[in-house]
């Protein structure tokens, strides 16, 4: 999997988890929202974008440092070598039932 759709879908979840805590705690503010996104919506909205966008680099920087970036070509390399015969022989003979569809 790439590194940059591991760290959307992170930060995806960790923003939709931060609205709905954070919704709740602030329904006292429910009458003033028109008033404070008509004086602050672009500051608050620039600050949004900013905070998800370093959400997203560093999650993205820790794939790319611990190796999860290489992950899904790796284990596509270990399994086409498997296919081919070389590797294990237990896991062989697994892919092979499995192909053929003889489960026991």
Do not use: C, N
């Amino acid at each position: 999997m790439q590194p940059w759709k591991i760290s959307a879908g992170l930060t995806a979840a960790l923003a939709g988890s931060v609205f709905l805590i954070g919704g709740s705690r602030l329904e006292y503010l429910a009458p003033h929202w028109p008033t404070i996104l008509a004086e602050h919506g672009i500051a608050l909205a620039l600050h949004a974008v900013l905070a998800l966008s370093v959400v997203a680099a560093t999650i993205y920087v820790v794939a790319r440092t611990t190796g999860l970036a290489d992950l899904g070509s790796r284990v596509d390399l270990a399994e086409r070598s498997v296919r081919r015969g070389e590797g294990d022989a237990d896991l062989i003979e697994a892919l092979r039932k499995d192909t053929q569809g003889e489960w026991e």
